[in-house]
């Protein structure tokens, strides 16, 4: 795909820090006005890939198409993938710099990224979503359902049935629309790694709707995997605790986001690069007899009261 000029110059993604335990403090308060947010816009930006991740192999001749693969956790799945030798389609609502710098990202790993712009929450938007990565990259084994958003209320009162609609369409309805869609190109041998939450599995006061979608991507991946098992297909859940993503100071104050992470039991946030290789695993052969299953990547949020 080609990108309209840009005015500023990309800048480079942070891969060479590490993410560490030993951090107790949240990030510097931030705030974006629109979501799915930039990631070029943060301070710090999100960890990507480490330096010394080593791929070897375990995705070679694969073809993932990866929602919300602009920034954040699909940019550092699409990454992942690519040093483990897969090509990539990303879907992204239009932040086309961080989709520019995903797609540089991917193609300095030696693999093809095919950059695909729409609202997901239009069931045509899937369907062409997963016809061009066909067309383009020649095949799909790989489906990662991960695009969302998410809009704080202080009570449930608050909530409209356009908010409700809008974060369901493009949570879970657009789940089942790429599901629908891809399940008559995905090989017997292959899967669909869906992006859960650990609020799916706990709630959320303030995320209500969002929560709520979460659980359903968690019953519908079960529900997937149960009837695709016979035909190879292995359908997985990676449900993320508080990672440090464009969605987060684009949906929050501040002075939330400057605490965001520290109430974990490991003090702090996680980074994409702390999520993506759970993805890596899910969708190798080396998870060939796991489905219809969940991987918590939270700090130990779920364990905390």
């Given at each position: 795909?080609?990108?309209?000029?840009?005015?500023?110059?990309?800048?480079?993604?942070?891969?060479?820090?590490?993410?560490?335990?030993?951090?107790?403090?949240?990030?510097?308060?931030?705030?974006?006005?629109?979501?799915?947010?930039?990631?070029?816009?943060?301070?710090?930006?999100?960890?990507?890939?480490?330096?010394?991740?080593?791929?070897?192999?375990?995705?070679?001749?694969?073809?993932?198409?990866?929602?919300?693969?602009?920034?954040?956790?699909?940019?550092?799945?699409?990454?992942?993938?690519?040093?483990?030798?897969?090509?990539?389609?990303?879907?992204?609502?239009?932040?086309?710099?961080?989709?520019?710098?995903?797609?540089?990202?991917?193609?300095?790993?030696?693999?093809?990224?095919?950059?695909?712009?729409?609202?997901?929450?239009?069931?045509?938007?899937?369907?062409?979503?997963?016809?061009?990565?066909?067309?383009?990259?020649?095949?799909?084994?790989?489906?990662?359902?991960?695009?969302?958003?998410?809009?704080?209320?202080?009570?449930?009162?608050?909530?409209?049935?356009?908010?409700?609609?809008?974060?369901?369409?493009t949570n879970i309805f657009a789940y089942m629309n790429l599901a629908a869609a891809a399940l008559k190109h995905l090989p017997d041998d292959g899967c669909i790694i869906a992006s859960g939450s650990v609020t799916g599995e706990r709630g959320k006061a303030s995320l209500p709707d969002y929560a709520?979608?979460?659980?359903?991507?968690?019953?519908?991946?079960?529900?997937?995997?149960?009837?695709?098992?016979?035909?190879?297909?292995?359908?997985?859940?990676?449900?993320?605790?508080?990672?440090?993503?464009?969605?987060?100071?684009?949906?929050?104050?501040?002075?939330?986001?400057?605490?965001?992470?520290?109430?974990?039991?490991?003090?702090?946030?996680?980074?994409?690069?702390?999520?993506?290789?759970?993805?890596?695993?899910?969708?190798?052969?080396?998870?060939?007899?796991?489905?219809?299953?969940?991987?918590?990547?939270?700090?130990?949020?779920?364990?905390?009261?």
């Open positions: 795909m080609r990108f309209p000029p840009t005015s500023r110059p990309i800048a480079m993604s942070q891969s060479n820090q590490e993410p560490t335990a030993r951090q107790t403090n949240g990030q510097p308060p931030q705030q974006q006005a629109h979501q799915p947010g930039s990631e070029a816009a943060m301070d710090p930006r999100p960890i990507t890939i480490r330096d010394d991740y080593r791929g070897s192999g375990k995705l070679d001749g694969r073809v993932a198409l990866i929602t919300g693969g602009d920034s954040g956790i699909g940019r550092a799945v699409a990454v992942h993938f690519a040093r483990e030798g897969a090509d990539v389609a990303i879907v992204y609502l239009d932040e086309t710099e961080d989709a520019r710098e995903t797609r540089r990202l991917v193609e300095a790993e030696g693999r093809r990224c095919h950059a695909i712009a729409g609202d997901l929450g239009d069931p045509d938007v899937c369907r062409r979503a997963v016809a061009e990565t066909v067309q383009t990259l020649g095949q799909l084994d790989i489906l990662v359902n991960n695009a969302a958003e998410q809009h704080e209320v202080d009570s449930p009162e608050e909530l409209t049935p356009e908010q409700i609609e809008r974060t369901f369409r709520s979608t979460k659980g359903a991507i968690h019953a519908f991946s079960f529900s997937l995997a149960q009837r695709l098992a016979k035909r190879g297909i292995r359908v997985n859940v990676v449900a993320p605790g508080p990672i440090w993503t464009p969605l987060i100071p684009a949906s929050f104050d501040a002075d939330k986001v400057k605490e965001f992470g520290t109430q974990t039991p490991m003090g702090r946030p996680g980074q994409p690069a702390e999520v993506a290789p759970a993805f890596v695993f899910l969708a190798s052969k080396d998870a060939s007899y796991i489905t219809g299953q969940i991987i918590d990547v939270n700090g130990g949020g779920h364990i905390s009261a």
